[in-house]
């Protein structure tokens, strides 16, 4: 299994219609992806940062995701509240409890 972690540098005060955005537009990005086990969507509001650590159960399912047209429109709406580029890592879970 695999967590997919981005990190995200936002604009003040962004966080909620980003997290808002990403309720209303994850779950039918992901529907078609058997691999795809979940998500969380968590927030520093103090440093105005977004983390996404995404479930996957193969690495390069995420790939697949990652290279989709549908992804990169559902991104692009993401982009304009972005302050940064985008971090990600694919991480290998080693240990879960």
């Given at each position: 299994?695999?967590?997919?972690?981005?990190?995200?540098?936002?604009?003040e005060g962004s966080i909620p219609k980003l997290a808002a955005l990403f309720e209303a537009t994850n779950?039918?990005?992901v529907a078609r992806h058997d691999?795809?086990?979940g998500a969380?969507?968590?927030?520093?509001?103090?440093?105005?940062?977004?983390?996404?650590?995404?479930?996957?159960?193969?690495?390069?399912?995420?790939?697949v995701l990652r290279d989709s047209d549908e992804f990169k429109q559902t991104m692009s709406q993401?982009?304009?509240?972005?302050?940064g580029p985008?971090?990600?890592?694919i991480n290998e879970i080693l240990v879960k409890m």
């Open positions: 299994m695999f967590a997919v972690v981005t990190r995200i540098k936002v604009n779950h039918d990005l691999d795809w086990l969380w969507f968590t927030a520093n509001h103090e440093t105005s940062e977004i983390t996404v650590i995404a479930h996957w159960a193969k690495a390069e399912s995420y790939g993401f982009a304009t509240k972005f302050a985008p971090v990600v890592s």
